[in-house]
């Protein structure tokens, strides 16, 4: 039974085929989802965070980081759970079967040769190159002194903080998990991309980009560096139908902060 809904329309028939029913978004329901996004993770960055600091203990920016961490830590698991809301409104149940389908969360398929996974996975590595080189090359806007975890690891506060906080490194890892494989990827690149082509067509994954970077006002300085990556993230992930490619690409990040971070509190 086909199920309509006053925000989507009915794909075009360039959409990718998939055992499960992917409806299309119309264009202000694509930018509903995305103010459901974006709009918490500004307000827990620029309101609740400042003063969430002024409880936490430490020196220097040690307090404004604690409260970054726990604010945007929230803000990550919020879009895991709208993710949640949206794919069980939509398909009516959240089994796995359907949840995989329906999240793109499938082996990439090579559009060339049609081979599914194996191989196919390699493309991730010249992507993490891609990633990295972008995300330097477009570091041009500096962050706020006390925003810049960067700054913090290289201070000795921040140094003095972390050395042994294994509680702390728990919930940054918590952050990371969302951030890269249960939040932002998985709310941009798999629900948002498949649904994004009945409003925007072959360009859908370029207007996926431009959405994510504007989606970074809780970190407006990073907008640059993610305009490149819809090239490393949004593209392949629709190349090769699969959501686990910008998942890998993205979370490459935060596997080596993590263990950077790791090599502090131990």
Excluded at 45 to 60: M, N, Q
Excluded at 70 to 85: N, P
């Amino acid at each position: 039974m086909s199920v309509s809904y006053p925000l989507t329309v009915t794909a075009r028939s360039d959409a990718p085929v998939t055992s499960v029913e992917i409806p299309q978004l119309r264009i202000r329901g694509i930018l509903a989802i995305w103010a459901a996004a974006a709009l918490p993770m500004a307000v827990l960055a620029w309101l609740v965070a400042p003063v969430l600091a002024d409880s936490f203990a430490g020196d220097g920016h040690v307090p404004m980081a604690k409260a970054l961490i726990v604010s945007l830590a929230i803000g990550m698991v919020w879009q895991f759970v709208l993710v949640a809301i949206l794919v069980g409104r939509e398909q009516g149940t959240l089994r796995w079967s359907t949840v995989r389908e329906a999240l793109w969360l499938r082996s990439p398929r090579s559009p060339r040769s049609g081979r599914v996974g194996g191989r196919v996975w390699l493309v991730v590595i010249p992507l993490i190159v891609a990633f990295t080189f972008a995300q330097e090359l477009v570091a041009v806007v500096p962050a706020p002194e006390n925003r810049e975890f960067a700054t913090l690891l290289e201070s000795d506060a921040g140094k003095a903080f972390l050395d042994g906080a294994f509680g702390w490194y728990a919930l940054i890892l918590v952050f990371f998990l969302f951030n890269t494989v249960l939040g932002e990827e998985l709310l941009f690149r798999g629900y948002l991309l498949p649904r994004m082509n009945g409003a925007f067509g072959r360009g859908d994954w370029v207007a996926n980009g431009l959405l994510f970077a504007g989606y970074h006002l809780h970190v407006p300085w990073a907008i640059p560096g993610t305009l490149l990556e819809m090239f490393t993230t949004a593209y392949p992930t629709k190349r090769y139908r699969s959501a686990w490619i910008g998942i890998a690409v993205h979370s490459a990040q935060s596997v080596f902060l993590g263990i950077l971070i790791l090599t502090l509190v131990v």
